[in-house]
């Protein structure tokens, strides 16, 4: 079975400096996807960056970027130059097919003036 | 407006009550999914369906019902509620197999069994 575990269930960070979130996944699977999305306090589920196992870079979008460890399946989330904006809940998740996507328990990550 | 929508937002019912959660969207995406969210568990599949008239369990399907007789329709049915299904629901969708496979969620339903 898919698991993915997010071990920090919160986290806090001075605005403007880089924080890192961490999570881990087991799978069997060669080929998949794996995602971290932020829940604000308004509910919404956003996309934040994605990685494809078969790529070797890793995923960097704007100030967000990944360090993906395949070989020791790990999937950690590098937040730069925090905002006050990315207080949020921040889940990993991880998907090799069409209908099975598990998510990681959260992490809440506040972001301090 | 486009994209995925629910409703209600909030409901409150009593325990052993049918409750029906309503999920739409307009991209026409093939896969829909429920999921709830809960302390200390992320988010859990429910049932998803890949396309109309085809669903199938996910994680926890014990106590809930889908169906989908429309591509862009997929609600789900609580037929006796009870107070462990007291938790936020989220309806997503993608596209076709062979994408990247992202989920696009909905705002969530907060239910709460008293």
């Known amino acids: 079975a898919q698991t993915v575990t997010q071990s920090q269930p919160e986290m806090s960070v001075q605005e403007a400096e880089t924080v890192t979130l961490s999570c881990t996944y087991d799978t069997s699977e060669s080929n998949y996807y794996l995602f971290w999305y932020k829940q604000p306090p308004s509910r919404q589920m956003i996309l934040v960056i994605r990685?494809?196992?078969?790529?070797?870079q890793n995923a960097t979008e704007n100030r967000f970027s990944v360090n993906f460890q395949k070989a020791a399946k790990s999937f950690s989330l590098k937040i730069s130059d925090s905002q006050l904006g990315d207080t949020a809940m921040y889940f990993c998740?991880?998907?090799?097919?069409?209908?099975?996507?598990?998510f990681g328990a959260g992490t809440r990550l506040t972001v301090k003036p | 407006d486009a994209g995925i929508t629910q409703s209600p937002r909030y409901k409150i019912t009593e325990t052993g009550r049918q409750v029906t959660l309503m999920c739409h969207q307009t991209w026409s995406h093939s896969y829909m999914f429920w999921y709830r969210q809960d302390l200390g568990h992320g988010l859990r599949l429910i049932y998803y369906s890949a396309a109309a008239d085809i669903t199938d369990k996910g994680e926890v399907p014990d106590g809930y019902v889908v169906s989908r007789s429309k591509t862009e329709n997929f609600p789900l049915t609580l037929e006796s509620a009870t107070r462990s299904q007291t938790s936020v629901y989220f309806c997503a969708s993608s596209e076709q197999a062979g994408s990247s496979y992202e989920q696009y969620f909905g705002p969530g339903t907060r239910l709460t069994v008293t």
């Open positions: 998740a991880f998907i090799y097919n069409n209908n099975d996507m598990r």
């Open positions: 990685q494809e196992a078969y790529k070797q």
